[in-house]
């Protein structure tokens, strides 16, 4: 069964700081997905990561992913309160389906 | 390109009603994906419909069902309702016209239901 644990699921932080949210899953998937959910509202795709060290970039958010290391990373550079929201990594389990397993999300909260 | 859309947006049931919540997926997606999210479980994959077919099915009891229609949109039955289901479900559509496209899921708003 594949799991995925993100860490932390809660982070406070101040505008300016820069900061990684990890995102760790267990078994072998060649898809990684990022998504930005603000509260009451729906999922927000942010990035999808398709390869062993891919890394894409948008604004100040920045997304690789280690499939050796069944590992991916989102960095917040120089965070600004915008960026508050939950951010939830998501992994295709394969098999030819499209369900996604999903982290738990961490919880971002940038403060002036 | 309009969005994937899902109705209604909130619902209120009591225990033991059913519920049919309705999603369109975004024009020439066939794959559509239903998901429910509470506070304790997060979100956990419900099931997934191709071409009207069920391609893929997550621990959920018999309770919860779907259906895909010949146009791609569909629908999710939850009978026997338990306080329990109360959450927010969310549909997906993806495209799978192209072999080895990834997929990527497009959500919709939600369906905010509440079972008291």
């Known amino acids: 069964e594949l799991k995925v644990e993100q860490n932390p699921l809660f982070l406070s932080m101040q505008e300016g700081k820069n900061y990684t949210i990890y995102c760790n899953y267990s078994?072998?998937?060649?898809?990684l997905y990022w998504y930005r959910q603000d509260p009451g509202k729906s999922l927000e795709s942010l990035f999808v990561?398709?390869?062993?060290?891919a890394v894409k970039q948008e604004g100040r958010l920045m997304a690789s992913l280690d499939t050796k290391a069944r590992l991916s990373t989102l960095h917040i550079t120089a965070a600004v309160h915008d960026l508050s929201a939950t951010y939830f990594c998501?992994?295709?389990?394969?098999?030819?389906?499209?369900?996604?397993?999903f982290g738990k999300g961490t919880h971002l909260i940038i403060q002036p | 390109k309009a969005g994937v859309t899902q109705t209604p947006r909130y619902l209120i049931k009591t225990r033991g009603q059913q519920v049919t919540l309705s999603c369109s997926p975004i024009?020439?997606?066939?794959?559509v994906s239903w998901y429910q999210q509470t506070p304790g479980q997060g979100l956990q994959f419900l099931f997934e419909?191709?071409?009207?077919?069920?391609?893929n099915k997550g621990n959920f009891p018999g309770r919860f069902s779907g259906r895909q229609f010949s146009n791609s949109r569909s629908e999710m039955n939850v009978s026997t309702l338990e306080l329990g289901d109360s959450a927010l479900y969310l549909c997906?559509?993806?495209?799978?016209?192209?072999?080895?496209?990834?997929?990527?899921?497009?959500f919709g708003p939600g369906t905010r239901l509440t079972v008291l």
């Open positions: 997906a559509s993806s495209s799978t016209m192209l072999a080895g496209a990834f997929n990527e899921q497009f």
């Open positions: 078994t072998t998937s060649d898809r």
């Open positions: 990561l398709l390869s062993n060290g």
């Open positions: 998501a992994v295709y389990s394969g098999g030819g389906a499209d369900g996604l397993t």
């Open positions: 024009s020439g997606h066939r794959s």
């Open positions: 419909y191709f071409s009207e077919t069920q391609r």
